[in-house]
């Protein structure tokens, strides 16, 4: 008893070396903590992918194979060491045949799909940045048609991952979102993607899953980072001082577009079964004496463009992907411009909002849809757009949609929980 009186009155008289030493070993028991839990959300991953690599093959199949387009770059440098530790393992335990190309400078993965060969699956391992380089890398190539239909797997490594709540359940450990995207992959499960198509006068096209977005909402998101001492006050600083030195921030803009089409009915994911030989017999003898009669060719209609003036702080031109598994009519991107008459106060709400989600809008915002579209600046506007939240200079372009360009890996649950939600 009296050891356990003297240790507290060692503590009692040492209170301020106790109260770090406690901090210390709270922080360290923590941090222990949480890499024990990625370390059994490895292992679990790890088992799951052994039993893709168990599975037998045909003696005339191969082993896949799957090229991944890996930025070092991305997550501060973090990105090659989270896909050896995290994804690599989980591949390599499938039965995957992987060869991975690493970037070096921004814009290198254009270059690196131009000169790629066929593979199985194409695997993009970085953000938002990686992922628009290899599409537009993919989709300029001559043979686009055929490449186009290789599914894409993408691992979420980047600061920003736009798509990545389209096609997996997130969460607030990285390990875990970059396991499970990694998994969904070797699951096979697919989901077709729209594409943008946006060519400027001159520039060659640039390709984008998410939209392109110009205005105010979008300039003062780009000056955010500027104002981190302030800590969880920065965005709505940001949005203030912004009117400070410019209000009101209203851009106006001439769209012209083009009405949706209708959607065709999807394929089948399986090909029919071939008739019997009678079957076919009677079906040629029927076509030789009774010839289909030749439909006339269809007359293209000529296209009805529509123009529209807009007074707008923020444009964004954005595919469906948010939820690419609902079921729509038509085929269209959807134009959206918030109105003009925010007061300070809303602007800073709402800008608040669009920095954790920018397909938010408001209520009484103006939503277009269409099928392709003329994006007309007036003179001398400058600035810049964002394209998959990429920079590009901001000017007149032309934005078409390819729908359903691009099959994606998709995880099981994500599409159950999407699906959910429509209903």
Known sequence: MARLVKMFRTLRNHWKKSTFATCVLSYGGYWLYGKHCDNVLRRDACLQAREFGRQQIAPQDRLKKATVILNPAACSGKANNLFEKNAAPILHLAGVEITIVKTDYEGQAKKLVDLMEQTDILIVAGGDGTLQEVVTGLLRRPDQDTFSNTPIGFIPLGSHNSLSPSLHLLSDNKVKDITSATLSI??????????????????????????????????????????????????????????????????????????????????????????????????????????????PPKVEEPEKWEEQQLSSLEVFIQTHNKNPVEKRINDSLMICAEPEDFTVGEFITVGKKKEEDPTVFTKNSTILEASACWLQLPEGAGGFYNIDNEEYEAMPVEVRLLPRKLRFFISAERREQLLSQMQ
């Open 186 to 295: 070797l699951k096979g499960e697919t989901v077709p993607l729209d594409v943008l198509q946006i060519k400027g006068e001159k520039e060659q096209p640039v390709f984008a899953l998410m939209g392109l977005r110009w205005g105010a909402f979008r300039d003062v998101a780009a000056t955010i980072s500027k104002y981190w001492y302030l800590g969880p006050l920065k965005t709505n600083a940001a949005h203030w001082f912004s009117t400070l030195r410019e209000w009101p921030l209203v851009r106006n803009v001439s769209v012209t577009y083009l009405p949706p089409t209708l959607r065709p009915p999807d394929l089948p994911t399986q090909k029919p079964p071939r008739p019997n030989l009678l079957y076919r017999i009677g079906r040629r003898l029927k076509n030789y004496w009774y010839p289909p009669v030749e439909e």
